[in-house]
């Protein structure tokens, strides 16, 4: 019979005065705000935060903190996770996954994305989206005679999916020689609360030979339509025809590209209409041209982005705007497509035949999707880095629009509820952890305590959160705040106990 081996002898604990001094100096780094926040902001994803929020309200806090989520936006802005592509051979927009890194890329597998539902047969007329932002989609299903609004939320399936209104549609006939033009609009605040609060805005154009007026009306998240409000007319400039492209809000403005050398823009606060002359060098394209050229793309504080492509060039327009025509546009950037593309150029492109086409833009003119014969293309303007990202399976398709889907920002942090613990005590209304999991970065917390000396507390401090968080990458991203402190190998230790 074979003898078991005897066990190794498991180490001595620590000195009681070592063990407690240890943790002393430990402890003075995590309290210490300032490091804490510039641990923080050297984490590589929002998600990131939202895994520090869970430790304790302390750190909640701090990782919340409007100031450091400006700063932390500026380091990591919010990321593209994929497209929604519409053209005219898919029944339905369908997103396309960008790749990315793991964490990033396990946040998108989690994800719910698919836009149909059980009564896809009852909405034969297809179904579109109306409005992207900032991780919620505005979709609208239509068939039966009827309407149905729905706000979707692919990051979060638990709370996806709520149909915020259902309307007839019959058709009427319109008066002669009057449009109309219907923009249905997600609020910049993310329309989360109540039944009170707008879930969307519903904007109605009405327009004839010589002049438009506006009609906006607010649906609020009970279903109830608000009173609605008209504008004055003002009259229209010659020949206006409206582009294809989606309006956009922002500050309270909703922006409408047309086709023939003007943006209408709609104050609603004080449901005013005003025009924006483009450029000169852009009022030159013909409206034909021009509808499938030129992409609006709000401006980080105010003002808005025009992005034409003339040829193989694009161009980047700043209009520094508070609400009207006074201000001027500036040429902020021109790039050369041909070199950009480098060997992704194809001998037909040369040939003149091809023609580029810009589905597709983001906020702050930070990329574009160009399509060139079927083939579509993201591109970095920040990094001018070019990325083919889809491809039309039918050749005689016609791409319709591509719809960004963002990383939500600012990241939705655990909610805190009050209990009947003493002194009026708070706790996080968030899923707890793991059990394995939890008790391993535990583990490895204590033991890091016990086994680093004194003159290591604040890589002690790191090793912490790197344990608290999951994640061995902390070591990593903190470097340049710790430098000149040994690490003792607390990587391979933090990514055993993982």
């Not at 396309?96 to 990033?104: A, D, Q, S, T, Y």
């Not at 329309?191 to 154009?205: F, K, N, Q, R, S």
């Not at 109830?224 to 309270?252: M, Y």
Request: aromatic share 8%; glycine share 8%.
């Amino acid at each position: 019979m074979d003898r078991k081996r005897p066990r190794p002898p498991q180490p001595s604990p620590p000195p009681p005065v070592a063990s407690s001094a240890a943790a002393s100096s430990s402890s003075s780094v995590l309290d210490d705000g300032d490091l804490l926040r510039e641990i923080l902001l050297r984490l590589a994803h929002p998600t990131f935060l939202v895994r520090a929020a869970l430790v304790c309200r302390r750190w909640l806090r701090h990782a919340s903190d409007r100031a450091f989520l400006r700063r932390f936006a500026v380091l990591h802005p919010p990321r593209l996770l994929g497209f929604y592509v519409d053209s005219a051979s898919l029944p339905r927009p369908r997103f396309v996954p960008l790749p990315h890194p793991p964490e990033l890329a396990a946040v998108v597998r989690r994800g719910s994305f698919d836009l149909g539902t059980a009564a896809d047969l009852h909405f034969h007329l297809g179904t579109g989206i109306y409005c992207c932002r900032n991780g919620r989609l505005l979709v609208c299903h239509r068939g039966g005679g009827e309407s149905t609004l729905q706000l979707r939320r692919p990051l979060h399936p638990a709370s996806d999916g709520a149909v915020i209104s259902t309307f007839r549609t019959p058709p009427r006939p319109l008066p002669p020689n009057q449009r109309h033009t219907r923009y249905i609009l997600l609020p910049e605040d993310g329309g989360d609360g109540d039944g009170d609060t707008v879930a969307c805005t519903v904007v109605t154009l009405v327009s004839s030979e010589r002049e438009v007026f506006a009609k906006v009306e607010k649906i609020l998240r009970a279903g109830v339509w608000d009173v609605a409000q008209t504008s004055a007319p003002i009259e229209l400039p010659a020949h206006w025809r409206r582009s294809l492209s989606r309006g956009f809000l922002v500050n309270g403005k909703l922006y409408m590209l047309g086709t023939t050398g003007y943006i209408l823009g709609l104050e609603l606060v004080s449901m005013s209409l005003f025009f924006i002359e483009v450029p000169d060098a852009v009022r030159d394209d013909c409206p034909e041209s021009f509808q499938l050229s030129g992409k609006l793309s709000q401006a980080e504080k105010s003002g808005l982005y025009l992005i034409h492509v003339e040829g193989f060039k694009i161009h980047v327009w700043l209009h520094g705007t508070d609400g009207n025509s006074s201000a001027d546009w500036n040429l902020v950037n021109t790039i050369c497509l041909r070199e950009v593309f480098g060997h992704l150029v194809k001998p037909s492109w040369e040939s003149g035949d091809s023609r580029i086409s810009l589905p597709g833009s983001g906020d702050n003119a930070e990329f574009v999707f160009l399509e060139v014969d079927g083939e579509v293309f993201c591109m970095d303007i920040i990094s001018r880095t070019v990325e083919k990202v889809y491809e039309i399976a039918m050749k005689d398709d016609f791409l319709f629009e591509i719809y960004p889907f963002m990383m939500v920002w600012p990241p939705i942090f655990p909610a805190l509820i009050k209990t009947h613990e003493p002194e009026g005590a708070l706790r996080m209304r968030a899923p707890r952890p793991r059990h394995r999991r939890h008790s391993a970065s535990t583990r490895v917390s204590n033991e890091l305590r016990f086994r680093l000396s004194k003159s290591c507390h604040l890589w002690q401090a790191v090793a912490k959160i790197a344990g608290l968080l999951g994640l061995t990458m902390v070591l990593n991203s903190v470097q340049p705040v710790v430098s000149g402190h040994t690490c003792f190998n607390l990587r391979a230790k933090v990514g055993r106990h993982r």
